[in-house]
């Protein structure tokens, strides 16, 4: 049910034409080093930081917090990237790297408080348990883990340090014993394998955060800067039909998809059957609810043998929406762009 | 005089086993761009900054501040790159890309207190009037002009804007009609063709700063991070005699070279004739000077007719001495381990 596109480590993606339930019946991995073993029973997560002894939490103490259950729709940051012409490097996702699934765990909040905040801290780094050698776009110095880092804000707000998947424990894909999960950030702030959190005054210029999972923007009359990428921007996508399927004249086919967005939510989504001359209300099937895609649908009978281009376009209660083209500051990420699904009706 | 490394733009290597004078007869030349055509007359240099009106300074204006004159050594913070294996990329510089200059201009510090700084400003960007695509090893989201930060402490301290070169004007090579001089600090701050100097408080993240320009480093326990390139590290190079030259036995010959460091000052060279087995004291030809390099020679009879590999190690004031080996942390930069001489010695 899974696509490969990638192994050892696995990359692998949700077929999006699949699309049924809100939770996504095979949810995307995406992994930048092969799974670390780990043994559940000796595990750790270690709190760390200035001015202060380190902190250890066995999975034991997690579960005596409260545990708290939510569903999460998580979007790879280079989701979509084969639609990026010139081909951009990395791995090369249609558009199955979205997912919704819900996760059981403790708030990362209250490990905070357990541990304590330092008041000079402004950043908590999520540090992985896996690591390796990076080689491309820039050579990292020897085998690095994966690490990212979130505002002390956006910590002790609503991140989750799941334990459990789906209402099952999580699977070593997945991160087992346990993982981060940041409602509303791209994936890549969703740290597996997580070991420690340590924080610390100032940003943290890691690796992912400056030479990958970064986009430019360019501060007024100054050449770019590199910013670490974070929140999702609104997006939807058509799930059905699947891009050059082939459907029949004057029969109604449902046009089914989802869409998303990170902050707010989704308050809109218009498709075009005619690659944007028109566009027409698509229905929600999903209320709204916070960090959770809307599935939506429409009903469109082909008036005419030939090809047409279907797109999709969603708004969000912060009054954004999806632009025509691909913003080339985002680089190889954040590809929300109105995405073309081309078909064929035949007479 | 020069060896040509790249054309359009321009990337030219003194050759180092002709050093002579304490000052270069021809200096290095590190362009990122093509020369930007600049008319001097028109020129000016704005200082921008939050909560400030921009101010403009014509070359005029800067020559009605005081002259300062003084003599410095500018390293390329890839000088010696050929000598990383496997091979890096970017420019191949063997160890001529350094070399000692008489700069004349206006202090930085000078042209700030005009401007005035607001009590936020944390960091100086120099902006270049020279502009271009970046491919490798990240792709720039379009054209880019050169820029550099600096903290405010080290604008303010001895940072020149010079207008002239050895007592003349500045060439369009070497940055006219105006250029930074940053003493101490690898070549990369020393911006060309200065158009800017932006005011800001915290860091600036720009693309010569974190994915050009930049080295790792380690804090306790997390993964690597990108810190933008500053100061020289203590280094020494043989100038004579070159790699590969044949020598006669019994014969002495005058070991030449020059050693510097971007704090304090050299306190000594040493010189190995037998691979590193054994070290002695070269005399130095120049005085210290904070931010010169100091020539150094050594009287050397090859005892016999072999194969012989010469080494140089210089040691500073403030402790640092030059490793064996290359620190992969530096990626392809500040390569300053001590760096072989393969001589032949002919019976």
Same mark, same amino acid.
């Given at each position: 049910m899974l696509i490969t596109r990638q192994t050892d480590p696995d990359n692998l993606e949700t077929p999006f034409d699949r699309l049924g339930g809100l939770i996504? +019946?095979?949810?995307?991995?995406r992994s930048h080093f092969p799974v670390p073993p780990l043994d559940p029973a000796s595990f750790r997560l270690e709190v760390t930081g200035p001015g202060r002894s380190p902190r250890a939490?066995?999975? *034991? *103490?997690?579960?005596?917090?409260?545990a708290h259950t939510r569903r999460v729709t998580m979007e790879c940051a280079g989701n979509g990237r084969v639609y990026l012409s010139p081909r951009a490097s990395g791995v090369q996702w249609e558009l199955g790297a979205v997912g919704t699934a819900q996760w059981t765990g403790v708030l990362l909040s209250a490990v905070l408080q357990e541990a304590g905040v330092p008041e000079e801290v402004? +950043?908590? =780094?999520?540090v992985g348990l896996d690591r390796g050698q990076m080689h491309d776009p820039v050579q990292s110095p020897g085998p690095i883990a994966y690490a990212r880092s979130l505002p002390l804000e956006?910590?002790?707000e609503d991140v989750l340090l799941a334990y459990e998947m789906n209402g099952a424990p999580l699977s070593p894909a997945h991160g087992a014993p346990l993982r981060a999960i940041v409602p509303g950030w791209y994936g890549m702030a969703a740290v597996k394998w997580l070991g420690r959190v340590?924080?610390?005054?100032?940003?943290?210029?890691?690796?992912f955060q400056t030479v990958d999972y970064a986009r430019w923007e360019e501060p007024a009359g100054l050449?770019? =800067?590199?910013?670490p990428l974070? +929140?999702?921007?609104?997006?939807?996508?058509i799930a059905r039909p699947a891009p050059h399927e082939t459907l029949s004249c004057g029969q109604a086919v449902q046009l089914l998809g989802?869409?998303?967005?990170?902050?707010? +939510?989704?308050?809109r989504v218009e498709v075009s059957t005619d690659g944007g001359g028109s566009w027409a209300d698509a229905d929600f099937l999903d209320p709204p609810e916070a960090g959770v895609w809307r599935r939506w649908q429409m009903s469109w009978t082909p008036p005419a043998p030939g090809a047409y281009t279907l797109l999709s376009r969603a708004y969000d209660s912060a009054g954004r929406s999806q632009p025509r083209e691909h913003d080339p500051l985002k680089g190889s990420y954040e590809i929300r762009h109105t995405l073309p699904v081309p078909v064929t009706v035949r007479p």
């Open positions: 996504s +019946e095979a949810h995307y991995v939490f066995s999975l *034991d *103490d997690l579960r005596r917090l409260p402004t +950043e908590a =780094v999520l956006k910590a002790q340590h924080l610390q005054a100032g940003p943290y210029p890691g690796y050449p770019a =800067v590199r910013v974070a +929140e999702m921007q609104v997006k939807s996508q989802a869409a998303w967005t990170g902050q707010g +939510e989704v308050t």
